[in-house]
């Protein structure tokens, strides 16, 4: 039954149908061929069970958190300052997507919403200083994918909702793997800039008087991440307290910089209903598609014919590395969190690995999901700013960094406390 049901997912999926159509269709199908019980009618309850579910409250604060931060005019000095800072390394500009991408990653919670910011500011650079286009925009798609990694991640919040995982702990244990991250994406740059200098434009000129007064641009956003992630930390605020104070602060931050204005607000007030809309109908149905896999038995089937294979625990996480990355081609990442989580945990659990760890490979792995083709959604967000070429070139760019990625769930599966060691601080 999971064949025939992860079959009919692809297939309505290659036919462009929307995630949540596919998923309900799924659901409804696999009901009405398996069980001689109306499981449809379980669905009202479901649904509304999902949307009265308080930690979800924090997606709709986080996503005009982000909203509001992109009309703000933040992006822009932040993204000024921080090439100042990096200039001197080979790469240059390089090495400013990610550094930007990482910070506004600590604030927006959103992949798609960090490649389109820094994207639409640094794209203009690529003639004006020569850079090599395909590594240039392959900077832009990967750093764009730290937004769901690094905290506050909307991702992590739906990870640790569905397994019952300690949200705070969460975020603690992304935040190395997330720099980390970010540290090796640089050192890409560095090693391809190093074989090929070209590859590295014409570096920007700046002094340490120009470097210093650059600070105040920077500061902000260290300074909301420190309000937001530190209260959660601290245990002085829950998720949706932290995201209410980050969004006054970001509306502070907005009338300093001269932003704020009804129509401004009128904007991001849309923009986030239509973004938090897409996100709960997908949530709702996984919902209701989980249940009826969960009344089919089909993730207890998985579980024994995974153990029957007689792997170690480190092969058959490799097998589940290599089922996401294969699946992430085909499925946004969203969409494999939701569907594929409360079939996968409970065997990554039971093999004994830690679901806080879980939790940062499997986002890792959605991260793999947002910049591989055919729908990876991060090239097409960087190709829709471009407006012009083709996608390839975009796609070539970013194939480092998968690669990347890679090496640090190689190095989260050998050395597991580099996700674990801070959250161990708080026990």
């Excluded at 395909?134 to 397994?163: D, E, K, N």
């Excluded at 004994?352 to 499997?362: R, S």
């Excluded at 012009?388 to 599966?413: C, E, N, Q, S």
């Amino acid at each position: 039954m999971f064949t025939q049901a992860f079959a009919m997912l692809i297939a309505l999926v290659a036919l462009s149908l929307p995630v949540a159509a596919v998923l309900l269709i799924v659901a409804l199908t696999m009901g009405w061929l398996h069980s001689p019980m109306p499981l449809y009618a379980a669905g009202s309850e479901i649904f509304w069970k999902v949307a009265n579910e308080f930690t979800l409250t924090t997606i709709p604060l986080f996503v005009l958190l982000g909203e509001l931060l992109l009309r703000a005019g933040v992006a822009e000095r932040m993204y000024a300052a921080v090439a100042l800072w990096l200039n001197r390394l080979p790469g240059g500009l390089l090495h400013a997507n990610i550094a930007a991408s990482t910070l506004f990653s600590a604030t927006s919670g959103s992949s798609v919403a960090t490649a389109a910011t820094i994207g639409t500011v640094a794209l203009p650079e690529i003639s004006k200083r020569r850079y090599n286009e395909r590594l240039f925009l392959g900077s832009l798609a990967a750093g764009g994918t730290l937004g769901i990694l690094i905290p506050p991640s909307i991702h992590l919040i739906l990870y640790g909702m569905m397994t019952q995982s300690s949200i705070p702990q969460l975020y603690s244990a992304a935040m190395l793997p997330g720099l980390l991250l970010a540290l090796i994406f640089g050192g890409i740059v560095i090693i391809a800039c190093r074989i090929n200098p070209d590859m590295g434009g014409v570096p920007i000129k700046a002094t340490w008087k120009q470097r210093l007064a650059s600070l105040p641009s920077i500061l902000p956003i260290i300074a909301l991440f420190a309000v937001v992630v530190g209260s959660i930390y601290a245990g002085v605020a829950t998720p949706t307290e932290a995201a209410s104070l980050g969004l006054v602060f970001a509306l502070v931050l907005a009338a300093c910089y001269g932003r704020l204005s009804v129509a401004m607000l009128h904007e991001a007030f849309i923009s986030s209903m239509r973004t938090t809309a897409m996100i709960m109908l997908i949530v709702m149905v996984s919902y209701f598609l989980n249940f009826i896999l969960s009344f089919l038995g089909i993730p207890q089937a998985l579980t024994s014919f995974v153990g029957g294979l007689g792997l170690s625990p480190v092969m058959t996480m490799v097998l589940i590395v290599a089922f996401f990355v294969a699946l992430g081609c085909f499925l946004e990442s969203l969409s494999m969190l939701v569907t594929m989580t409360p079939l996968v945990a409970p065997i990554v659990i039971g093999l004994g690995f830690d679901p806080i760890w879980f939790g940062v490979v499997l986002t890792i792995l959605l991260e793999v999901a947002l910049i591989t083709p055919p729908v990876g959604i991060n090239l097409y967000v960087v190709q829709a700013i471009r407006e012009r070429g083709g996608i390839a070139d975009v796609m070539l760019g970013a194939l480092p960094f998968v690669l990347a990625m890679f090496i640090l769930i190689g190095l989260l599966i050998a050395f597991p406390q580099i996700a674990l060691w801070l959250p161990s601080l708080g026990q």
